[in-house]
């Protein structure tokens, strides 16, 4: 599966954004899917998951309560609204996806990636 992230940018901290990534393909629903990110200088880290039915999820501590995942397979599209943005949240963000059935946050579980959509956070 291909993939193709947007809706980053420049935002003041305290705002908001949604990225999308789109999928190519017609399997989507057969992925997990997630959003990493990276800052510079800092390893990829993970952000939040769901599963292929979109009926479950998990989120990284840094950021639940603020970002919600969701999908949907009709459109091969996964997004990621974050609100309460942060400084520290500044990171090229990125979706990934596993062919497989239960939830994971390992980097390494995932077989194919976006290229990136960068997200900066003003304070």
């Known amino acids: 599966v291909q993939l193709q992230a947007s809706g980053g940018g420049l935002v003041q901290a305290g705002g908001s954004l949604r990225l999308s990534c789109a999928a190519s393909?017609?399997?989507?629903?057969?992925?997990?899917m997630a959003w990493f990110r990276q800052a510079p200088g800092k390893e990829r880290e993970f952000v939040a998951v769901?599963?292929?039915?979109?009926?479950?999820?998990k989120h990284a501590d840094s950021v639940k309560g603020r970002f919600t995942i969701s999908r949907d397979n009709a459109k091969n599209t996964v997004y990621l609204q974050m609100n309460r943005l942060k400084p520290e949240d500044t990171a090229v963000y990125y979706c990934?996806?596993?062919?497989?059935?239960?939830?994971?946050?390992?980097?390494?579980?995932?077989?194919?990636w976006g290229q990136g959509t960068q997200v900066t956070v003003s304070s």
């Open positions: 769901i599963r292929r039915s979109g009926d479950s999820s």
């Open positions: 990934a996806a596993a062919n497989r059935w239960g939830i994971t946050t390992m980097p390494e579980d995932f077989d194919s």
């Open positions: 393909g017609r399997t989507f629903s057969s992925y997990v």
